[in-house]
């Protein structure tokens, strides 16, 4: 791939596609759905619980690292249907191993939200 230099109207267009990618993930993927809601949840208990700001910085790491994990298991997950439409282990690990990994940072988040929010619910 050939580098021009930088541009603005490239940087700009880097973002469009980036935010297009955004929605894609959220328009398309039930399992983002189900992190999305769990986000806004924990948002609007750190609302409600008035959470510091280290526990905000904290959450908002957690929340962008499960959505991040969630879009390359996705992208992973398509660029390995369209390479191998049909059934091949070594794709059925990768596959696996992607969605592995948004249930490690999933559970990661989790105990993330289970410290900063139970000793301020109990």
């Known amino acids: ?3 021009n230099g930088f541009t603005l109207r490239k940087r700009l267009r880097s973002f469009a596609y980036a935010f297009n990618g955004i929605r ?3 328009q398309n993927e039930p399992n983002a759905w189900i992190h999305c809601a769990a ?3 924990a948002v ?3 609302f409600v619980l008035q959470i510091s700001r ?3 910085i904290t959450i908002v790491v957690v929340i962008g690292m499960v959505l991040a994990a969630e879009a390359v298991n996705s992208s992973i997950e398509a660029l390995a249907d ?3 439409p049909e059934y091949n282990e ?3 690990r990768t596959k696996d191993l992607a969605a592995g990994a948004v249930l490690l940072v999933a559970i990661a988040a989790a105990v993330v939200g289970c410290i900063i929010f ?5």
């Open 39 to 41: 986000a806004i949840s």
């Open 24 to 26: 894609l993930l959220i």
């Open 118 to 122: 139970i000793p301020k619910l109990f």
């Open 1 to 3: 791939m050939k580098n």
């Open 82 to 84: 369209l390479v191998s």
């Open 44 to 46: 609007a208990l750190g």
């Open 54 to 56: 280290l526990e905000w």
């Open 90 to 92: 070594a794709i059925k």
